[in-house]
């Protein structure tokens, strides 16, 4: 894994502040420490440089919320933790953000979604190795491996992707990003059951 893992490559203006009051945390605190119990999201001595991995984000009235830059590695969430990205521009590379916390390197991907299917409501990019590794097999699609994560070739690789689809449930590999793993679904539990499907579909496959 290269040396980057895990840093902002976006143009970030992050001013802190609040989270939006109407925002709904819970599922995105139950399935976090669902990922982490399953080590979809988290982080390990040995892997990805020692760096927390995985992020997870939910819709709000304006923009998205989502977790913190290097916050996959503790137990829990807490609000603050946690970020607001209140506007994006993929094709400019800039990320406009507030709350308590500044935006994961990943925000610019999730981003990118909420921006194409307006159904979607949460989002989910965890690290597996299992399932990444198996993409194909699980007729996943996948982004080119030319295309780095938290970049503009990336985002608009998930832009094609999805326009190829348009469902608002769904998920993807990323072929440039070692292990990297994205579900999405109309609401958290509909991203995050689509997670652990794939993974209980890729682990019978490991064992066949």
Known sequence: MAETEGVIRYQLDYRPGRLPPEADLAGLF?????????????REPGLYAGLAYGN???????????????????????????????????????????????????????GQIYLELPAVAAVIHAHSPVIWRRAQALGMPMTPAEAAYGTPEMADEVKRLLGATRDSEGAFAMGGHEDGIVTYGPDMDSAGNRMLDLLAQAEALAAS
């Open 30 to 42: 139950r399935w976090f420490s669902r990922c982490r119990d399953r080590r979809l999201i988290g």
């Open 56 to 110: 997870i984000s939910v819709r709000t009235f304006r923009g998205f919320i989502i977790s913190g830059t290097q916050t996959g590695g503790k137990p829990r969430l807490t609000p603050d933790d946690l970020a607001w990205v209140e506007d994006l521009s993929p094709e400019h590379n800039r990320v406009r953000a507030g709350g308590p916390a500044r935006p994961s390197s990943e925000a610019m991907t999730h």
